[in-house]
């Protein structure tokens, strides 16, 4: 399975850190999913190593919030504790033409790294 290539997405919740819709930077190093935000005015720095196998579930739902009609991610995962998030972020280019294949090559990578580790969790297309 080939790994995406790294990409800016924004970050739009789902965490318990402060700010949402920041832009940040996704990639995939070593069998992990790596988000990264950075610090901002008042906001926390975001920096998450997800393993694959700790992924459960990722589905879209589309959000209109910001006046343009955005695809986003949710991904469930487990922390070192067993306590379920669910990381809501949408890799992001600038010609709509790159973003949509961008977004369909992400989906289907993580797809795929959920369904190989065993979940039981199907994929849901929201």
């Known amino acids: 399975m080939m790994n995406p290539r790294a990409c800016s997405a924004y970050y739009y919740g789902g965490l318990p850190i402060k700010g ?3 832009k940040g930077g996704l990639r995939i190093k070593e069998n992990r999913f790596c988000f990264e935000v950075p610090e901002g005015k008042g906001v926390e ?3 998450l190593e997800i393993p694959l196998s700790k992924m459960d579930q990722v589905f879209l739902t589309r959000d209109n919030y910001y006046g343009t009609d955005t695809v986003l991610f949710n991904l ?3 922390d070192s504790m067993e306590q379920s998030f669910t990381l ?3 890799p992001v280019a600038l010609v709509p033409r790159r973003r949509i294949a961008l977004q369909k090559e992400w989906l289907n990578y ?3 790294a959920i369904n190989s580790m065993g979940s039981a969790s199907p994929l849901s297309t929201k």
């Open 20 to 22: 949402s819709r920041r």
């Open 45 to 47: 720095k975001i920096h």
């Open 88 to 90: 809501r972020f949408a």
């Open 76 to 78: 469930t995962f487990r």
């Open 110 to 112: 993580l797809t795929k």
